[in-house]
């Protein structure tokens, strides 16, 4: 009955976040809503035509970082060349968390979120 569509981050420099997103994760601009001043919100698309969507959403009039306090909440992508990604995740000086047991790692984004990484 419901479709997954979007998850949303809340981004202090949307210029910043757009680059890292690409650059990290291969994601590229679908779509969006330009509030004139007062707001943007960008979504995000892979290019594997998947339904699921990153919305990023840049508020004037936040000035300050978020407080993303101690919420576990995270995003997860999959890779079909761990090793690859992980190289480029390493050169970029994103990874905050390895877990090598489990065959995971984190990526820290420019607003302090953590995106999972794992195998396909």
């Not at 569509?5 to 976040?17: F, G, K, Q, T, W």
């Not at 809503?33 to 919305?55: A, N, P, Q, R, T």
């Not at 990023?56 to 079909?80: C, M, Q, R, V």
């Not at 970029?92 to 990484?117: R, S």
């Amino acid at each position: 009955m419901f479709k997954f569509a979007h998850s949303n981050l809340n981004v202090l420099d949307l210029e910043r976040s757009l680059k890292f997103y690409r650059d990290a994760l291969d994601l590229h601009e679908v779509g969006g809503i330009d509030g004139g001043d007062d707001f943007k919100i960008v979504y995000l698309g892979d290019s594997f035509d998947s339904h699921h969507k990153l919305e990023l959403t840049w508020l004037a009039e936040k000035t300050t970082p978020y407080e993303l306090g101690d919420n576990e909440s995270h995003i997860a992508f999959t890779t079909k060349d761990f090793a690859a990604a992980h190289a480029r995740h390493e050169k970029m000086g994103c990874i905050c968390y390895e877990n090598k047991d489990m065959g995971i790692y984190f990526i820290e984004d420019p607003d302090g979120y953590w995106l999972e990484v794992l195998p396909e």
